[in-house]
């Protein structure tokens, strides 16, 4: 079964900076699309970023002009950089990727989360 693999989270300052990578374990064909989201406590999951295989990027309001996602698809990686950190930054943030393969339907992978905290 393939995996989502994440790494880089941490504790870090208010106004510091962390990389947050994503790869997967074997490779995913088709992809159409990456991205990260994350999850606070008593909150929603939520949309951070994501990246289309064309390079075409989206970001959450909360985190524009802060952070800057990257992806490589012939590696399966996605990388999130993350500035200007802030503690409501403060969650579980999560990669995904998204494959189509017709006449297969959309099919999502996600990793197991990694905790991003950030100190006042």
């Known amino acids: 079964q393939v995996q989502l693999v994440e790494s880089g989270g941490g504790l870090v300052h208010a106004g510091g900076s962390l990389r947050l990578s994503c790869t997967a374990s074997?490779?995913?064909?088709?992809?159409?699309?990456m991205g990260w989201y994350r999850q606070a406590p008593g909150k929603q999951r939520e949309l951070v970023a994501t990246?289309?295989?064309?390079?075409?990027?989206k970001y959450g309001d909360a985190v524009k002009g802060r952070f800057t996602i990257s992806g490589n698809n012939a590696r399966n990686t996605v990388y999130l950089q993350m500035n200007r950190l802030k503690p409501e930054d403060t969650a579980v943030y999560f990669c995904?990727?998204?494959?189509?393969?017709?006449?297969?339907?959309?099919?999502?992978?996600w990793g197991q989360g990694t905790q991003v905290t950030v100190s006042s």
């Open positions: 995904n990727f998204s494959r189509i393969s017709w006449p297969e339907p959309r099919h999502d992978y």
């Open positions: 074997e490779y995913i064909t088709n992809i159409i699309g």
């Open positions: 990246i289309s295989a064309r390079g075409v990027t």
